[in-house]
């Protein structure tokens, strides 16, 4: 979740002095260097685009609430990347506790699983391909929601968004080797259900 490129790190500094100042130009600036950024950890994480949003947007306003609490004890985006986990944890604590909805809804057209409408270009050529695709992703998807809160975060962190264990472990206020063992038991739990497809 690097600042998008022209952000440099000096300017970076300087910008989050600003901010911490009233600036609110240097705030949106600091804001459209992130934006994209934290709108695809959101939605990586929780994989609803309402629910992205809306972490999008309450991250974004605890930053501009808590900035003149960022003592550069961090870098920047591994303080944000903290604040949208932690949203991110909280909500997929919240769906536990509240029922999901469905993956299959009944339609005027009969029953849908919404993971079908999902268009998957690649695999269009081959109908077998996409068929094999489409169990795939479900049991993926199975396998995910399984998984506790925070070894689903680790692993999405790690094989979806490119972190390194130390990153992890640094953003979620543990130790790389909590991060270690975290991202191991939801690997062994993702190789024991998808067995059959590797």
């Not at 934006?35 to 999008?56: F, G």
């Amino acid at each position: 979740m690097a600042p998008k490129p022209g952000v440099q790190q000096m300017d970076e500094t300087a910008l989050i002095k600003a901010a911490q100042a009233g600036d609110q130009d240097a705030f949106g600036q600091l804001v459209r260097a992130y934006d994209q950024s934290v709108l695809r950890l959101a939605m990586n994480l929780l994989r609803s685009p309402e629910d992205a949003q809306d972490i999008y947007q309450e991250a974004f306003l605890r930053v501009y609430r808590n900035l003149n609490n960022f003592r550069f004890d961090c870098s920047f985006h591994t303080w944000l990347y903290r604040i949208v986990t932690n949203l991110c944890l909280d909500q997929l604590r919240k769906r536990k506790v509240r029922k999901e909805e469905p993956t299959v809804i009944t339609t005027a057209e009969g029953v849908l699983d919404r993971a079908d409408t999902l268009a998957e270009a690649r695999a269009d050529g081959d109908p077998q391909r996409s068929l094999y695709s489409g169990q795939l992703r479900r049991k993926i998807k199975d396998v995910l929601s399984g998984l506790t809160p925070r070894e689903r975060m680790v692993f999405e962190m790690r094989h979806y968004q490119g972190l390194r264990l130390r990153n992890i472990g640094e953003i979620l206020g543990t130790s790389e080797e909590a991060a270690k063992n975290c991202l191991f038991r939801a690997n062994q739990k993702m190789r024991a259900a998808l067995g059959e497809f590797v």
